[in-house]
């Protein structure tokens, strides 16, 4: 079983950043991918970005070249860097973890992300 905790939403006016991460409880050994999701003020839960155990990272386009997803996997840490951040990207931002082996996900319980002025 593993934990996903993340932290570091909060209030951010247009065109600020905020740096998000997702910790988990253990370390990952087998292949995976780790995400970002968000679920705007009444709409569904969509994909921000994600990351694979074998590097490869992939972006909505509504985000492309304002956010970045990395991880630390000494920390078992995964972070989004979010720049020039807009009232759009305003969401309940979480974390998941998919296990290919056992085809499974898990995810943590969000953090709220709101830009405003």
């Known amino acids: 079983q593993v934990q996903l905790v993340e932290s570091g939403g909060g209030l951010v006016q247009p065109g600020g950043s905020l740096r998000l991460s997702c910790a988990a409880s253990s370390s990952i050994r087998s292949s995976y991918r780790m995400g970002w999701y968000r679920q705007p003020p009444g709409k569904q839960r969509e994909l921000v970005a994600s990351l694979t155990s074998g590097g490869a990272t992939n972006y909505a386009d509504p985000v492309k070249g304002r956010f970045t997803i990395s991880r630390d996997n000494a920390k078992n840490t995964m972070y989004l860097q979010m720049n020039s951040l807009k009232p759009e990207d305003t969401a309940v931002y979480y974390c998941?973890?998919?296990?290919?082996?056992?085809?499974?996900?898990?995810w943590g319980q969000g953090t709220p992300v709101t830009v405003s002025s």
């Open positions: 998941n973890l998919y296990l290919y082996y056992a085809a499974r996900d898990y």
